[in-house]
């Protein structure tokens, strides 16, 4: 006779989620507002990205920023000063955000008004990936410093992403970084992610990512 009970209730959990982030995706259609998933390890450069991204279109579209973090405002504060609206959420300790949390925050920003807004999610490779926050699309960034096995060691990352900013490039030559290699593995996870090297920094490769999102914002609204 069993001494105790097993329940397996990650699949429930899950889908409970799954089934939130498509009416939340409902929502933000019917709203068309486009809502991009910003994913990387912390120190990667996703506040310095969301800057450059900011600048790049903020005279064509409304932007609003969610800045997630387990603790401290002190992207948010940064994000503020480009005149984009912005929202700090704090996770309470939690290494990710899932549709529920998503959806409040959203309704916290307003998205009336707002054409593109960006998640940037809590700095982690594993805990985001397992949970759709309702998002348009996911993008990713991998930085120079952090090595080009990083597909092979978190390959959930890279197969649930539509793009891969590989960011730091300026610093290519100071790290013993592949490039081609890099491109070889995320390709082999994933065949239809967009790979995009940029430099936050020197703002090479901005172009190209603004150009990208542009192109799916205008998608969102059209379909």
């Known amino acids: 006779m069993e001494k105790f009970k097993v329940l397996e209730i990650k699949q429930s959990v899950f889908e409970d989620n799954d089934r939130q982030a498509d009416l939340l995706r409902e929502e933000l259609k019917k709203e068309k507002t486009f809502l ?7 120190g990667s450069g996703k506040t310095t990205t969301v800057l450059r991204t900011i600048n790049a279109l903020k005279d064509e579209m409304k932007i609003g920023v969610l800045e997630a973090d387990i603790d401290s405002d002190v992207d948010a504060l940064t994000v503020s000063k480009t ?4 929202i700090q959420l704090h996770t309470g300790g939690m290494c990710h955000l899932d549709a529920d949390m998503t959806k409040q925050g959203l309704l916290g920003l307003g998205t009336e008004e707002i054409d593109f807004a960006i998640l940037e999610n809590v700095g982690n490779l594993v805990c985001p990936a ?11 960034i991998l930085s120079v410093p952090e090595g080009h096995d990083k597909p092979l060691k978190y390959p959930l990352m890279f197969s649930i992403v539509d793009v891969v900013l590989i960011n730091k490039i300026d610093a290519i030559d100071y790290f013993d970084f592949d490039l081609e290699a890099v491109k070889k593995y995320i390709t082999k996870i994933n065949p239809n992610a967009k790979i995009i090297p940029i430099s936050a920094k020197t703002g090479e490769g901005i172009d190209e990512w603004a150009d990208w999102v542009r192109a799916q914002v205008k998608g969102w609204n059209e379909k």
């Open 130 to 140: 397992e949970f759709d926050t309702g998002a348009s699309k996911n993008a990713m």
């Open 36 to 42: 991009l998933n910003l994913m990387s390890s912390p």
């Open 83 to 86: 005149g984009a609206k912005v």
